[in-house]
């Protein structure tokens, strides 16, 4: 077992070789997220949900707000 300065080189080692691997893993949790959210351009004028696209609001309007008069950007679509 290590003891002294040889038990902090290893850890910083270690700790060196963890962020190369975590580095070329590519996106990390949180940039995913936000790139997510970049996507989600449509929010629902009912329920402020997010949607992708027109299409995908369209179908989310007619399906859960059925009552509902249908928001003249959707009628086009």
């Keep these: 077992m290590a003891r002294g300065h ?3 080189q290893s850890q910083a080692k270690a700790s ?3 962020a190369k691997l975590k580095k070329q893993q590519g996106h990390s949790a949180n940039d995913q997220k936000k790139a997510a959210q970049k ?3 449509y929010v629902c004028a009912v329920c402020k949900s997010q949607m992708p ?3 995908t ?3 989310h309007f007619e399906n859960k707000h059925p ?3 249908m928001p003249d950007e959707l009628k086009e679509v």
Excluded: G, R, S
């Design 6 to 8: 040889q038990k902090i």
């Design 16 to 18: 060196e070789k963890q």
């Design 53 to 55: 696209d027109p299409k």
């Design 67 to 69: 009552k509902n008069d």
């Design 57 to 59: 609001y369209k179908q």
């Design 39 to 41: 996507a989600l351009v």
